[in-house]
């Protein structure tokens, strides 16, 4: 995620692509024996230079699971794996996390990921949700940035909630209708899904004397003129 839909994570992470620490180049990993079809997986779509797999690997999954680069399921996947670096997914995240979901072929992996989405979708209130939605804002930052792109919001916020979530499309419009607001801060971020929760659909129990940040204030005032 950047400031366009899921593909162009995977785009800017190939053009922002960085040399591995100390600038030393990757050591050579051992090949997995048969044994071993996570990381028989790994060797098929890693980058040829180096010892992770990038965005044209990630891309090639995706068309191996019949799939594209912006479905939510990508990210559902880099958060089973805590993945670090947009774009990107080490050898031990990668064997870690696929070893986690019980996945060792890309058809095994959609059918895990589905069931993922599914249960994250059905409960939004859930600490499993609470978690995938935290780790969607740290892992769309640009690097270095506190802030969340506000383009980047418009762009995640519909894939990491089902269009009917509370309040969603109303932020949506207000954020269309504010060039001033140019950024989402974590604590922003976080505000919306309890403010999803908490809040009627007609505000009617918002406390405008309450601790809400004020980006939250001026969505309510905007929706109510």
Known sequence: FVTMPLKDLFSRGKKDKAAPAGGAPAAAASKPSAADP???LFERYKEPEEDRIGPEGV???????KIEATDVKVLILAWQ???????????????????????DSPAVMLGRL???????RENTRSSAFKDFYRFAFRFSRSPGQKALEIETVKALLP?????????????????????????????QWNSFLVFSHEIAEDFSNFDPEGAWPSILDDFVTHCQQ
């Open 38 to 40: 996570i990381m028989a």
């Open 59 to 65: 891309l090639s999954l995706c068309s191996d699971m």
């Open 81 to 103: 794996l805590n993945a670090q670096t947009q774009g990107y997914f080490t050898r031990n995240e990668w064997k870690q996390g696929l070893t986690d979901l019980r996945a």
């Open 114 to 120: 589905d069931a993922q989405e599914r249960q994250l």
């Open 159 to 187: 894939i990491v909630f089902v269009a009917s979530h509370a309040h969603l499309a109303k932020l949506l419009s207000f954020l269309d209708a504010s060039p001033s607001v140019r950024g989402f801060t974590e604590d």
